[in-house]
Nanobody, 126 residues
Framework: QVQLVESGGGLVQTGGSLRLSCAAS????????MGWFRQAPGKEREFVAA????????NYADSVKGRFTISRDNPKNTVFVQMNSLKSEDPAIYYC???????????????????WGQGNQVTVSS
């Protein structure tokens, strides 16, 4: 059974930093693109960042570009997102996602991802 488990969320002040981790189990994702999405209350789930299987290609939402950095550790089957300069618009439940196919692109689209984590809350206080 495939599982993606996020960790690292919590409460941080505006301007602060958090690093989310997503540990995968049940299969290896070393050849699969992975991504992060988020959903704030009353809003639709939105793309945050994605990374190719080898970490060479990354994509970011405009709203987080320059502040967030996605990375991965394939031997540990883990993907990360380092979130700096957190703003009042960043609070949400953050979801990790992984594609089933090999060598797929780090897509902006949620429908491209086959596996999802349970979500991890990020709260930013002013």
């Amino acid at each position: 059974q495939v599982q993606l488990v996020e960790s690292g969320g919590g409460l941080v002040q505006t301007g602060g930093s958090l690093r989310l981790s997503c540990a995968a189990s049940g299969r290896t994702f070393g050849r699969s693109a992975m991504g992060w999405f988020r959903q704030a209350p009353g809003k639709e789930r939105e793309f945050v960042a994605a990374i190719s299987w080898n970490g060479v290609n990354t994509n970011y939402a405009d709203s987080v570009k320059g502040r967030f950095t996605i990375s991965r550790d394939n031997p540990k089957n883990t993907v990360f997102v380092q979130m700096n300069s957190l703003k009042s618009e960043d609070p949400a439940i953050y979801y990790c996602a992984a594609r089933r196919d090999s060598y797929g692109s780090p897509s902006y689209n949620s429908w491209a991802y086959d596996y999802w984590g349970q979500g991890n809350q990020v709260t930013v206080s002013s």
